[in-house]
């Protein structure tokens, strides 16, 4: 708990700028909208807070948007009275990543009633009068729970690193990735821990459980967040780039850096933030779903349609499809790049899938500073 107060405490600071998008008189011609932050205690979330800024700022937005950023933490509670006060002090949007699918449904509903527009990023609501941006988690943990049981071959020992509990997220990954491993009897979730969904947590819970076993008696792992730093734990223990274990996980940089065949030239790159050719498959839930999720809010108080649910695709790369972006353009994203060269990006948990050819206003600069394109 103290790590998720430690990240609020510092993201809450970084993102006291938002609240003052505009001047006192500007904003009186704006539609109020909030976003409201639950858990932020991994990079993913200052990430996509960081893309839902951009979105506001863009030149398409910034006259139209009064954007205004609460963080309620892992407390659906709290999350809950945040939103009735957005609803009271005149929100026309509410940009939310909920805690849980299902706690905030009597407040959403509430917000509704008073014509209160509610979107949903990457995690879901289920009350039906809100709308939500998602990948499909379902699909996310059984691809990736796929992957990991061919390349053992249908057997051996694994270690799974779940996500932040309660979340639809967590819950609809690790469901579907259970239901894939079940139909391989020869392989063993040996340990399972919560990762949070943060590199940290993933360290602390992986040192636990390596206490009382050694790698060579792990195959592989499936973690939601946390292949970069099992691969770095395994150099660290002595282990060679050519014997790491296949790990099915989260779209960092780093991680993406590590897949690069061994020699690649990299700028910047350094330690194991470096080329290893790491077994990997990496997906992500794109950062840009906040800052997506904010376009279609203001899409729809400007009285179009947008849809109930935009199911986002899916980013899938593995070590056949990494390919490193040289300047991170959003048209050198468009061509293909997935992966930033370390002298881009200095954190190696920063999330690369940040192109959509939806939301031109985010690139680089929106998902590092909250800059946009344009």
Not at 26 to 55: F, R
Not at 124 to 153: F, H, M, S
Not at 320 to 339: D, H, P, R, V, Y
Not at 342 to 350: A, D, T
Request: charged share 20%; aromatic share 6%; proline share 5%.
């Amino acid at each position: 708990m103290g790590l998720v107060k430690r990240g609020a405490a510092l993201l809450g600071a970084g993102l006291l700028g938002l609240c003052a998008l505009g001047g006192q008189a500007e904003a009186k011609d704006k539609y109020k909208i909030y976003l409201s932050m639950s858990y932020i205690g991994n990079d993913w979330q200052g990430e996509a807070a960081n893309m839902v800024k951009a979105m506001a700022a863009s030149k398409e937005m910034a006259d139209k948007v009064d954007l205004q950023v609460q963080v309620a933490g892992p407390n659906a509670q709290r999350q809950i009275q945040q939103i009735n006060a957005m609803v009271q002090a005149g929100a026309k949007a509410i940009v939310v990543f909920p805690i849980s699918p299902t706690a905030l449904n009597a407040a959403v509903k509430n917000a509704c009633g008073k014509g209160v527009v509610v979107i949903a990023y990457d995690g879901e609501i289920t009350e039906p009068c809100a709308y939500n941006v998602t990948i499909d988690q379902g699909e996310a943990g059984r691809v990736t729970a796929e992957w990991l049981a061919k390349k053992l071959n249908g057997k051996g020992n694994i270690i799974a690193i779940t996500g932040v509990p309660g979340t639809s997220v967590d819950t609809l990954r690790t469901k579907a990735a259970k239901e894939v491993f079940a139909k391989y009897p020869d392989i063993k979730i040996v340990n399972e821990a919560v990762g949070m969904w943060s590199q940290a947590v993933a360290r602390t819970e992986l040192s636990k459980i390596m206490a009382t076993r050694k790698w060579d008696e792990i195959d592989g792992l499936w973690m939601q967040v946390g292949c970069y730093t099992a691969n770095t734990m395994q150099i660290e223990a002595g282990a060679t780039p050519d014997k790491l274990k296949p790990c099915a996980g989260e779209g960092s940089n780093g991680g993406r850096i590590q897949m690069l065949p061994v020699g690649t030239e990299v700028e910047g790159a350094n330690g194991t933030y470096t080329p290893m050719a790491a077994p990997r498959i990496s997906y992500a839930s794109p950062p840009y779903s906040g800052g997506l999720a904010l376009k279609l809010a203001v899409a729809k108080l400007d009285g179009k349609d947008i849809p109930k649910h935009t199911v986002l695709p899916l980013p899938i790369v593995t070590n056949e499809t990494i390919k490193l972006c040289q300047e991170g353009s959003w048209a050198e994203m468009k061509a293909g790049c997935n992966a930033f060269k370390p002298s881009l990006v200095s954190n190696p948990g920063w999330f690369a899938s940040i192109y959509s050819a939806e939301t031109p206003e985010l690139g680089l600069s929106a998902a590092l500073v909250g800059q946009p394109e344009n």
